[in-house]
């Protein structure tokens, strides 16, 4: 069966440092995935997917970044921390010819102060 | 531009009742709707889709509705328990991002309440 994992799990990070949250995924393969982002009482942002290793499509313009150093892993980044990047970080995979039903990580609580 | 919508932020329902939870949409485009389910501080769960060539379909509990017309889905619970109070959200895909995306709604917070 599959899983996905990402770590870790809360993080707290001062304005201005950097960022880097890490997604797995086990038990397929070419999956397309998905990071997430969800603000508080908001519904989920969809900020970066990728269909393949070094394919990025980013969704929304801001100082965040993605890679995808291999097949089943996703790493979500930032060189500097805003405060309104604070919320909770969501990874998702879906399997390649389906109807995209997506399923989702654990997520991370990301503060920002 | 909000393309997939739920109206209503919150519902409230005594466990036993139906739960009626509402979802529009605007694209076109969209022709498979799915639901999830999220509790606090954890990745939401695949509930039910449902594909625009079927107004309905059903898993145990959980049945959608789809009127293609009005552009609306509904999800309906029952009979509704306690351990189904979580948000649920309403999301959308289509030919528009070759399947590849969905678009969310910001979801409903449901109530179940003893």
């Known amino acids: 069966s599959q899983t996905i994992h990402q770590w870790p799990a809360t993080l707290v990070q001062p304005v201005g440092s950097p960022l880097s949250l890490e997604c797995t995924v086990e038990?397929?393969?070419?999956?397309?995935l998905y990071w997430y982002r969800q603000a508080a009482g908001r519904g989920l942002q969809l900020l970066f997917y990728?269909?393949?290793?070094?394919?990025i499509s980013s969704e929304v313009p801001q100082n965040l970044s993605a890679s995808r150093p291999q097949d089943r892993q996703f790493i979500l980044s930032s060189k500097k921390l805003l405060l309104s990047d604070s919320g909770f970080y969501l990874c998702a995979w879906a399997g390649r010819g389906s109807y995209n039903e997506q399923f989702f990580g654990p997520g991370t609580r990301l503060t920002v102060l | 531009d909000q393309q997939v919508k739920q109206n209503s932020p919150s519902l409230s329902v005594q466990e036993g009742r139906i739960s009626i939870l509402n979802c529009d949409y605007t694209?076109?485009?969209?022709?498979?709707f799915l639901w999830y389910k999220k509790y606090p501080a954890e990745g939401p769960t695949f509930l039910i889709s449902i594909s625009s060539i079927k107004d309905k379909n059903e898993d145990g509990r959980f049945t959608v509705f789809l009127n293609k017309s009005a552009k609306h889905l509904s999800l309906h619970i029952v009979p509704s328990q306690p351990g189904d109070s979580a948000v649920y959200f309403c999301a959308a895909s289509g030919l528009n991002s070759g399947y590849s995306t969905l678009t969310f709604g910001k979801g409903t917070m449901l109530l179940v309440s003893p």
């Open positions: 694209n076109s485009m969209f022709d498979y």
């Open positions: 038990g397929t393969s070419n999956p397309n």
């Open positions: 990728s269909i393949g290793i070094g394919q």
